[in-house]
């Protein structure tokens, strides 16, 4: 991660605690992206004995996302 942040004070211009703070926001990021495929899933709420309700999240279509140049990480 030093790398990274280093890289990104070098070329951003950015100071080294803002650079590791896009560094991080860029892992949770990350993350996020691959965690989605259990978070798409659904839920199962067992209501009693014999009946469970269940919930079935649907995919609506391509998403994209355009970051701005000042955060390289992200």
Do not use: W
Request: glycine letters at 6%; hydrophobic letters at 40%.
């Amino acid at each position: 991660m030093p790398d990274i942040a280093k890289s990104i004070v070098l070329e951003q211009g950015k100071t080294f605690a803002d650079a590791q703070g896009d560094v991080h926001r860029g892992l949770q990021v990350v993350e996020s992206a691959t965690a989605i495929t259990s978070n798409m899933l659904g839920d199962k709420l067992e209501v009693t004995k014999d009946m469970d309700t269940y919930s079935r999240r649907l995919p609506l279509g391509v998403c994209a996302a355009i970051t701005p140049f000042n955060f390289p990480a992200m």
